[in-house]
Nanobody
Framework: QVQLVESGGGLVQAGGSLRLSCVVS????????GAWFRQAPGKEREFVAAISRSGGGGARYRDSVKDRFTISRDNAKNTVYLQMNSLKPEDTAIYYC???????????????????WGQGTQVTVSS
């Protein structure tokens, strides 16, 4: 059974930083892409960042977080990370990590591109 467990969320002032972690169990994580999505109250879940299974040169980001957020992974620890710097109030949301059903390929930016999801971790940025 594939399980994803996020951690690292919290309350931070605008301009601050947080590092989210997601531990994946139940599969050989090094064979699969990893991604982060977020969902604010009353809004649809949206793509934040994704990384290829190797992590080398295969990251993609939504435009509003480029140059502020960095996705990375440690396959030895079955973990994918999201380093968030220069946080803004509009970054407030529940953040979810996800991994797809199939191996390989370019990491998707679509919700439907992922089969397995974590329970989410709340990030709140105060102004």
């Amino acid at each position: 059974q594939v399980q994803l467990v996020e951690s690292g969320g919290g309350l931070v002032q605008a301009g601050g930083s947080l590092r989210l972690s997601c531990v994946v169990s139940g599969r050989t994580f090094s064979l699969y892409a990893g991604a982060w999505f977020r969902q604010a109250p009353g809004k649809e879940r949206e793509f934040v960042a994704a990384i290829s299974r190797s992590g080398g040169g295969g990251a993609r980001y939504r435009d509003s977080v480029k140059d502020r957020f960095t996705i990375s992974r440690d396959n030895a620890k079955n973990t994918v990370y999201l380093q968030m710097n220069s946080l803004k109030p509009e970054d407030t949301a529940i953040y979810y990590c996800a991994t797809p059903a199939n191996t390989g390929g370019v990491p998707s930016s679509l919700v439907d591109g992922y089969k397995f999801w974590g329970q989410g971790t709340q990030v709140t940025v105060s102004s």
